[in-house]
Each structure stands twice: as structure tokens, then as C-alpha cells.
């Protein structure tokens, strides 16, 4: 899953640095690799965890999900009216690459049954 979030960090780096709208629509397509890295695992992470409360355990993901993306739309929308939008997609990158370093922090604590 790390993964995904390290090729979401270099894509929206790409989007940052795009300079034509054909640059930039090529770096907005490869974003679909970033959901083929991510969605199965944090699915699968997801059923694991839940163990016999699959349904309240997948509801308690997407309603998680679905505000971290209400909040970091908001939150990246300040800064792109604010700075524009290479500042935006860098602070997106750099969310992303804050993943891909606490994700073994986390994954371990969960490994040793340890779920905080």
C-alpha cells in the first residue's frame, strides 16, 4: 500500500511541474495506478482487521475515507486559491510521502496485535 502513496507522491509532483494541459492530462490519467496500488490492500487490511464485523469495520472505513477527503479537499482548495496550484500539488505530495513514512510505524503496531 506504501507503494501507491509513493507513486501518488511522485504523480503529484508531475502535476505540479505539468507545464501544457497535455502534460498535465498525462499525469492525471497515471493517477489510476495509484487506486490499482491502494484500494485492494486497504480493502484487504480492512477485512483483516474487522475479522467477524466486516460490515461495521468497511462502514467505519468509508465513512473515514470519505471525511479525510472532505477535509483535504477543503484544506488543499485554501491553498490552491491562496497559492495556486503547484503549491497545492506539492502539499499533496508531501501528505502522500507522510503516508508512505508512517505506514511502517502503523503496520507494525498492527502486526503485534497492537490496534490503538
Do not use: C, D, K, N
Request: positive net charge; charged residues 10%.
Amino acid at each position: 500500500m506504501w507503494l501507491g502513496w509513493l507513486v501518488y507522491a511522485i504523480l503529484a509532483v508531475g502535476m505540479a511541474r505539468a507545464g501544457t494541459a497535455a502534460a498535465a492530462w498525462g499525469w492525471f490519467l497515471a493517477f489510476g495506478l495509484v487506486a490499482g496500488l491502494t484500494e485492494s490492500p486497504e480493502r484487504a487490511l480492512v477485512a483483516r482487521l474487522a475479522g467477524t464485523h466486516q460490515g461495521s469495520g468497511f462502514g467505519l472505513y468509508h465513512g473515514i475515507t470519505g471525511f479525510a477527503a472532505l477535509v483535504g479537499g477543503v484544506a488543499l482548495g485554501g491553498v490552491f486559491q491562496r497559492y495556486g496550484a503547484a503549491p497545492a500539488f506539492l502539499a499533496s505530495a508531501a501528505g502522500g510521502l507522510a503516508l508512505v513514512f508512517a505506514w511502517p510505524v502503523f503496520a507494525g503496531g498492527w502486526r503485534r496485535g497492537v490496534r490503538g
